[in-house]
């Protein structure tokens, strides 16, 4: 049975969907339930695309999957280098197909270069792109089109992105340390926070990986390279917890589904951190904010 290779997301408790291979350059999406190892689902994929990434609602119900053209000999024969093609393809709670949205177009030879995540919200109306240009797009699924991309211009680049759970708010932070609030239907920034202990900009500190919590309470962001988690106030768009995982740049960031702990993850090391020790604690008017210990 061909092994997983890239992209694993797990979708519930027991359907793993991932990214796998055949031979030298056959590449496949499939799904496969973790309990006893079989393929249950294998989706097809455009030849002369290579899929990049795959990201899954906080739903769980939808699953986002971005393809980059091939180079080289595959290059598809229409292919133009100095604008790239992104296809953004959308797998619903049927998982039986794939639903390629729309397809973005580079602006430059490198413009598609860095996509870091390409994230659902959890009713599927929208799909946020983050990286893409070092900026944030979001498209819109029904209109079958991006309705804005962009990027703040204090900022060199935007790496990830987390729906608020009425996919009214998008979230999204990189290099400069800084947690933006967009709103979905037009990019405007509605607020904003700065993710570090000094509460400024810091040289060589950014954010890293992103979650809003189910709630709509909190966003928690994980940054580098000091290992640090910030959380911040989703509706007031303050700081109000600096949670010391420790170690190196944190990987991942991820509320439980009930919004009662969020999980942590760098340095080899999963840590669980509970929500009420920062809900309890007086909100600091100003940063530096409280520190949370885990649990």
């Not at 890239?6 to 027991?14: A, F, T």
Request: charged share 20%; aromatic share 8%.
């Amino acid at each position: 049975m061909p092994e997983p290779s890239l992209c694993p997301v797990l979708v519930d408790e027991r359907v793993l969907v991932f990214l796998g291979w055949e031979g030298k350059r056959t590449f496949f999406l499939a799904a496969k339930n973790i309990e006893n190892d079989a393929i249950t689902w294998r989706w097809e994929r455009p030849s002369t695309h290579t899929i990049w990434r795959l990201d899954v609602s906080r739903s769980g119900e939808f699953i986002g999957v971005i393809l980059g053209e091939e180079l080289g000999e595959y290059t598809p024969p229409d292919a133009d280098d100095e604008h790239p093609r992104t296809q953004i393809g959308l797998i619903g709670p049927d998982r039986r197909s794939i639903d390629w949205v729309t397809i973005l177009v580079g602006a430059n030879s490198v413009e598609n270069s860095r996509v870091e995540q390409v994230l659902p919200s959890d009713d599927g109306t929208y799909v946020a792109v983050a990286g893409y240009g070092n900026q944030v797009a979001i498209v819109d699924v029904a209109a079958r089109k991006p309705l804005w991309v962009k990027k703040p211009v204090t900022e060199s680049s935007l790496v990830c992105a987390a729906f608020s759970p009425d996919a009214r708010l998008v979230y999204s932070g990189g290099t400069a340390g800084v947690v933006f609030a967009f709103d979905v239907r037009n990019g405007e920034i509605v607020g904003q926070w700065f993710a570090s202990r000094s509460g400024t900009e810091e040289y060589g500190h950014q954010i890293t990986c992103i979650s809003a919590s189910g709630d709509g309470r909190w966003v928690a962001v994980g940054t580098g390279p000091e290992g640090d988690v910030y959380v911040g106030d989703a509706r007031r768009h303050k700081l109000v917890a600096t949670l010391p995982h420790g170690g190196s740049t944190i990987l991942m960031v991820q509320f439980s589904p009930d919004s009662a702990a969020l999980a942590s993850f760098g340095a080899g090391k999963l840590k669980i951190w509970r929500a009420a020790d920062w809900d309890a604690q007086p909100q600091p008017a100003t940063q530096p904010a409280s520190q949370s210990s885990p649990r």
